[in-house]
């Protein structure tokens, strides 16, 4: 079992699902005639082509391993279990899965997955004699702007959104309008009204094992689901939250009985990296896949209109780019998240950072010969710097900051201030970027604070990004 197992976690985290594909092809038609969204998209088509063909993570953050198990009379809940913990941990080893467990009280990282309520695991009974595993992986950034809320909830627009399908509408309209591009859209959403805050999330995730375009059973909720998805992508956040008509690609809504004192909305947001696949086993552990593998095809980019930059960087080079630019990097960057950012505040890097960018990924790195390389390493969400990237700017006089979904105004005073700007990667597409990344130069806080956190030094060549923030204090769509 523990190979079939690995083998699903293998496939899930490299091949993305056939309806999810046919999705993103459909949304690409319809931005043809917005420049941006179209090389959004065509970024993330190429990262799925290129993470299939090398069998590589589709996204760095592998995220929170989410197994459904329909289990039959047969087998038992601890020796599924025993067989996932192992497949989770040979995974891992095998650069497939981002160690990505941490013990909130030490802050240290198990490095294998495992870990308190990690991964993920729910079990059903089956309603026939095969043992059915489907798995979600669900990433940081998705994870991070889902939300729950109990109605009746006062709107931004103050207006009160009541306990009824309007109200429900109303909120997650809401939702969706105020997570732009910090989840790497266009995602999919997944509510689920009534039940308690437990049930809730859990109910909300398992929506996503429904595919694409199937329309509900309820016809309540078909109607509540095509009223979402029509209003949401009228927004114009659209591919990354910088403008286009494809915000969602789909909404699922489910309901359960609640308590009279309670009416949650439950809103999980998934990426466009929808990493879902089931696999059925029979009483022999014969398996098959009710999916047939993909056929993708590689899809090339218009560059006509960029510019390249060199890093390190000149404050006057920086302060030439605008809003909408869209730019190659080369030279010598830094990767560093949420561990570098605070240790930074009170600590010397003891690095020289200055006419560098720093670039908020924790990548899914292997060593081979005392040599590191990047498998996949895509952005993760800025936002999450917010606290730190002005004196951060200020501290280690960077010229830009990567990363996605945008930031906020104390971030876009230092950008003016110090003379550095904002550029946005295509979230999820880690195997692409990975292949800008030429050669690992150092490594810092390794042991500190775990590969996803740690301070990476590289030297990268062609590195896509489109400025989204500049140094007048202009921001684009974030």
């Known amino acids: 079992m523990k190979k079939q197992i690995l083998d699903l976690i293998k496939k899930t985290a490299t091949i ?34 290129l993470a299939q063909n090398q069998s590589k993570p589709i996204c760095q953050d592998t995220g929170v391993l989410n197994f459904f198990v329909k289990l039959p009379p047969w087998q038992s809940t601890e020796v599924v279990t025993k067989n996932i913990n192992s497949a989770v941990i040979k995974a891992t080893e095998q650069g497939f899965l981002r160690p990505n467990a941490v013990d909130p009280l030490s802050n240290k990282n198990s490095n294998n997955n495992l870990g308190e309520g990690f991964p993920k695991i729910y079990f059903e009974k ?53 997570i732009k591009g910090k989840g790497c859209a266009p995602g999919i959403i997944s509510v689920h009204i009534g039940g308690d805050r437990e049930s809730g999330y859990f109910y909300a995730k398992k929506n996503f094992l429904k595919k694409i375009g199937e329309e509900n059973k309820i016809p309540k909720l078909a109607k509540l689901e095509k009223n979402i998805i029509n209003k949401a992508n009228k927004l114009n956040i659209g591919p990354m939250g910088i403008g286009g008509k494809t915000t ?4 699922k809504i489910s309901s359960s009985a609640r308590l009279p004192a309670s009416f949650f909305v439950t809103v999980s947001y998934m990426c466009w990296a929808l990493r879902r696949h089931t696999i059925i086993l029979d009483k022999k552990y014969n398996s098959f896949y009710p999916e047939n593998k993909n056929k993708v095809f590689n899809f090339s980019q218009n560059f006509s209109k960029v510019k390249k930059l060199h890093f390190k960087i000149s404050e006057a080079e920086i302060r030439k780019l605008k809003i909408g630019d869209i730019v190659l990097v080369n ?41 590191w390389k990047f498998i996949s390493a895509g952005p993760t969400t800025s936002m999450r710097e917010e606290p730190y990237q002005y004196d951060f700017i200020k501290k280690n006089k960077i010229r830009a900051i990567i990363g996605k979904g945008g930031m906020g105004p104390k971030t876009l005073q ?34 500190e604070f775990g590969s996803p956190e740690a301070l990476w030094k590289v030297e990268v060549s062609d590195f896509l990004c489109i400025v989204t923030m500049d140094s007048q204090k202009n921001i684009l769509n974030n």
Request: net charge neutral; proline share 2%.
């Open 16 to 49: 993305v699902p056939a309806d999810l594909l046919e999705s993103l092809l459909e949304s690409k038609i319809n931005e043809k005639n917005n420049y941006k969204a179209t090389l959004s998209l065509d970024v993330i088509l190429n990262n799925i082509y």
């Open 126 to 178: 089956a309603v026939d004699n095969n043992l059915s595993i489907s798995l979600i992986l669900k990433g940081g950034g998705s994870e991070n702007v889902s939300t729950q809320i109990s109605l009746p909830f006062q709107l931004d627009d103050s207006k009160i959104a009541a306990r009824n399908l309007a109200g429900v509408e109303k909120t997650v309209l809401q939702i969706i309008n105020n």
């Open 248 to 251: 969602i690609l789909d909404c």
């Open 331 to 371: 030279g010598i960057i830094y990767l560093g998240r949420d561990a570098v950012h605070s240790y930074s505040m009170k600590n010397n890097l003891n690095e020289d950072l200055s006419g560098s960018a720093i670039y908020h990924c924790g990548p899914i790195a292997v060593q081979k010969n005392k040599k």
């Open 414 to 447: 230092g950008l003016k201030e110090f003379g550095a700007v904002y550029l946005q990667a295509i979230g999820g597409a880690g195997v692409y970027y990975a292949q800008s990344i030429k050669k690992v130069l150092d490594v810092k806080f390794l042991e």
